[in-house]
């Protein structure tokens, strides 16, 4: 059964055109006038770095490497999309292409997003999922940021994920051995006396990572960065819904924003879910199931399900970023207008565009009558 639900995904994912190694798309180009738009993104990775080429692997590094790019996103960008070059090196005209690509250390990482940030003193830290390359991880935060009108620094903390559809169970793995380093980063932000806030947003297998940082934190007595960690996204969770209650047993009723983006149609977590043995992943979980509700209630959570939702995603894994509408109220940061100052908790639905709908009733009131 195993092998056949690993095939079944293998055919997903490669019909979603995912997980293409693309190792030479940040190498800078130069020489000519992109027009494009700038985007700076600062890089901490738990990947080690090829000597030969320096461009970072799936190597699991025993220490944090880090980057600091410039990114060029194309003049004629469309909203949910990544425009990836045909051939390297990229068209600044119509590609997203890097412009400066350069190593640093822990303090250069910290002084690069000093220096970006507004007064409001916000980062938004992005932890990406299984199936995932260094570069595909960098451009997709950038696509995020640039469709949803991002105000907090992007800093993408990328894993060392194989990218290859077969290696599900190594990439699980190393999130295991990613923990410490990611943990590491967060205090790097949260020590920053100019760092006032750090959410942190976690896409599928990434949000197992995030989670497993945020009990380790806890457990430490500083589960909340000493007061800097804000909202807390977690969109489409690879993870197993008992884990995910036991992992809030020990964080607790967060006193910021948790918002969990769910898809009941997820092909991906529906097959991830047949390889664990049946048990539903949150990212597919039915927001109106009584022990959802109850979840809901008892640790405040903001749900909001996407199943409705039309995008070009064949596996509906990751329609939080190519929904245009969706990313747009994102940008406008949900956790604080969603319900148009009423409570955010609850669950929330989406409609086929991606907006956000302002129900009557949310969904716990409705589910407790």
């Known amino acids: 059964m195993l092998p056949r639900a690993l095939a079944l995904l293998?055919?997903?994912?490669?019909?979603?055109?995912?997980?293409?190694?693309?190792?030479?798309?940040?190498?800078?180009?130069?020489?000519?006038?992109?027009?494009?738009?700038?985007?700076?993104?600062?890089?901490?990775?738990?990947?080690?770095?090829?000597?030969?080429?320096g461009f970072f692997n799936d190597a699991r590094a025993r220490s944090l490497n880090f980057q600091t790019l410039r990114l060029s996103i194309p003049p004629g960008h469309?909203?949910?999309?990544?425009?990836?070059p045909d051939s390297l090196p990229g068209n600044p005209a119509k590609d997203f292409v890097a412009l400066d690509n350069r190593a640093t250390d822990a303090a250069g990482f910290v002084r690069a997003v000093e220096s970006r940030l507004t007064p409001s003193g916000e980062v938004l830290?992005?932890?990406?999922?299984?199936?995932?390359?260094?570069?595909?991880?960098?451009?997709?935060?950038?696509?995020?940021?640039?469709?949803?009108?991002?105000?907090?620094?992007?800093?993408?903390?990328?894993?060392?994920?194989?990218?290859?559809?077969?290696?599900?169970?190594?990439?699980?793995?190393?999130?295991?051995?990613?923990?410490?380093?990611?943990?590491?980063?967060?205090?790097?932000?949260?020590?920053?006396?100019?760092?006032?806030?750090?959410?942190l947003f976690a896409h599928s297998m990434g949000a197992m990572l995030t989670m497993e940082t945020l009990v380790s934190l806890k457990l430490q007595g500083d589960g909340e960065l000493n007061g800097k960690l804000d909202a807390l996204v977690l969109a489409s969770p690879d993870i197993d819904v008992d884990v995910f209650l036991s992992q809030f047993s020990i964080i607790g009723k967060r006193p910021r924003p948790t918002i969990i983006l769910i898809s009941r149609d997820d092909r991906a977590l529906n097959l991830s879910r047949r390889i664990a043995g049946n048990v539903v992943r949150v990212g597919a979980a039915s927001p109106t199931d009584p022990a959802s509700v109850a979840a809901i209630r008892t640790y405040g959570f903001t749900v909001i399900d996407l199943t409705n939702v039309q995008t070009s995603d064949r596996t509906n894994h990751t329609k939080f970023?190519?929904?245009?509408?969706?990313?747009?109220?994102?940008?406008?940061?949900?956790?604080?207008?969603?319900?148009?100052?009423?409570?955010?908790?609850?669950?929330?639905?989406?409609?086929?565009?991606?907006?956000?709908l302002d129900l009557p009733s949310d969904l716990l009131h409705t589910v407790a009558r």
């Not at 027009?35 to 090829?50: E, H, K, S, Y």
């Not at 169970?169 to 006396?193: F, K, N, W, Y």
């Not at 604080?336 to 009423?342: F, P």
Request: net charge positive; aromatic share 6%.
């Open 10 to 53: 293998f055919c997903l994912v490669l019909a979603a055109c995912a997980g293409e190694k693309r190792p030479g798309a940040l190498i800078p180009v130069t020489g000519a006038e992109t027009g494009g738009r700038p985007l700076d993104i600062m890089v901490a990775t738990a990947r080690g770095r090829d000597a030969a080429t």
């Open 78 to 84: 469309e909203a949910g999309k990544i425009e990836w």
């Open 125 to 199: 830290v992005f932890v990406h999922g299984y199936n995932t390359q260094h570069e595909d991880a960098v451009f997709r935060l950038a696509q995020i940021a640039i469709d949803s009108g991002l105000k907090e620094v992007p800093v993408a903390f990328t894993w060392p994920s194989r990218g290859d559809v077969r290696d599900y169970v190594t990439d699980r793995e190393s999130i295991m051995a990613a923990r410490g380093l990611l943990e590491e980063t967060l205090r790097l932000l949260a020590r920053s006396p100019r760092v006032r806030k750090i959410k």
């Open 321 to 356: 970023a190519n929904s245009p509408a969706f990313l747009q109220q994102m940008g406008g940061h949900i956790e604080a207008g969603l319900t148009r100052g009423r409570n955010p908790v609850g669950a929330f639905i989406a409609d086929t565009a991606g907006a956000i």
